[in-house]
Each structure stands twice: as C-alpha cells, then as structure tokens.
C-alpha cells in the first residue's frame, strides 16, 4: 500500500512569489492535515480537510490556504511567500473519526 | 486550551541503556495520547497510541508507553535502546470532542551514544 505521498520534496522560492505544495493520501483515507514544522517552532497544524471541506484551521494568515478534490488529494497555497515561511510542510491523511495519522515525508521550503 | 509539554529537549544516553521520555498534557476532558518518531530529513512516524482501554501501550520498535490519567502524563520507555533509536520523539494528543486535531510537544531528541 503506497503512503502518503507530497510533492515536491524541496522547492526554493522568492520572498513574494506564490507556492502550491501537494499531497495524494492513503488510499481510502478521506482526511488531509497539513503541519508546518520550521525551526525552533515545532509541528503547528494548518489545516484539515475532510470529504472536500475545509473543517478546521490553525493561527495562521488567510494567505496560507487549501483544497481537497474529489479524490481525496489536497493541495496547500501560500501567497506573498515571507521569510519566516521556510519550514518542512507536512501532510497527513486519516479515516475519518480514527485517530492516529499516516504522515508523508514532507516539502522543504526554503524563501529567499 | 490544550497543550502537550515534553520538558526535556535533549536526551542523551549510551547504547542499551533505559530511556524514558517524559510528555505531560493539560486537559479536563478525555483525550487521546500519541508518540511519533521523526528520523533526520524523514516525516513522522506514529510509534504508538492510547485511545482507552489498558493503560500500558506498547508500540513499534520496542518501545511503550503508559498512561497517567492522574498524573495527566504519558511517557514514553524503552528497556534498551540502540545507535539507530537516535532520533526526534514527538509526543502528541487529540483532545476529546468534535475536533480530530492532532497538537503536538515541542519534541525531545533521543541521541544515544555508543
């Protein structure tokens, strides 16, 4: 059974330019978080998708932003990309209503 | 608001050595316990998970944890550990209710030395 896959796996990119990070889940699985781990401020949850709905989102701007399509697959955008934006971004999926995510390996963004 | 306090950011300890990682949670309601495990430039991976039942969990690796409802803590041993056990520990919780998301420590390295 093939992971949680993200693409792509490093990206570097402007102060101010636009980036769309994606994920495909596990096969079956409904649910997509995305995490933002960069240095020194841990793992912050960004956003849960379920069924194509945005259900929950964390402190952050409006300019981080998201979708899930049909197929379960999510993409995270960020606009206007700021220094403090460099981190790895992690996706997870899930059942819906189980607990306990499959993670996939990352991006590593880096804005310069 | 829920957190999860993992006080040692640093734990070293010789090859084969116990280990115990320490994660205490504030909650007033029921919650969900987890440990992942992250490997350098790796995502995370779920070592283990208490969702009810007996308090004593044990995972992957060896590895096990045990919940303290009173003591509100979830710590996290291994009888012997290994060079390749070296890595980030993340102890994390779903609070009990409608939301599934998952708040995580601040993490604690495990570097174990031979």
């Known amino acids: 059974e093939a992971g949680v896959t993200q693409s792509p796996t490093h990206l570097i990119k402007t102060r101010g330019q636009q980036v769309t990070l994606r994920c495909s889940p596990i096969?079956?699985?409904?649910?997509v978080y995305w995490y933002q781990q960069a240095l020194g401020l841990g793992l912050q949850f960004l956003l849960w998708?379920?069924?194509?709905?945005?259900?929950n989102r964390g402190n952050f701007p409006p300019r981080f932003s998201g979708r899930q399509f049909p197929n379960y697959s999510s993409e995270l955008n960020v606009n206007a990309l700021e220094l403090e934006d460099s981190a790895l971004y992690l996706c997870a999926s899930s059942l819906r209503d189980t607990y306990g995510y499959t993670f996939g390996s990352g991006t590593r963004l880096t804005v310069v | 608001a829920q957190s999860v306090t993992q006080l040692d950011s640093q734990v070293p300890v010789f090859e084969e050595a116990p280990v115990e990682l320490r994660c205490n949670y504030s909650s007033s309601v029921s919650v969900y316990l987890f440990w992942y495990v992250q490997y350098p430039n790796q995502g995370l991976q779920l070592l283990l998970k208490?969702?009810?039942?007996?308090?004593l969990v044990k995972g992957i690796n060896g590895f096990e944890a045990e919940f303290n409802k009173s003591q509100t803590s979830f710590h996290l041993r291994k009888p012997s550990v290994h060079i390749s056990d070296t890595a980030e520990y993340f102890c994390?919780?779903?609070?009990?209710?409608?939301?599934?998301?998952?708040?995580f420590g601040t993490g604690t390295l495990l570097a174990v030395q031979p």
């Open positions: 096969s079956g699985h409904t649910s």
């Open positions: 994390a919780v779903i609070p009990g209710g409608a939301t599934n998301k998952l708040i």
């Open positions: 208490y969702l009810s039942g007996s308090t």
């Open positions: 998708y379920d069924e194509g709905e945005e259900r």
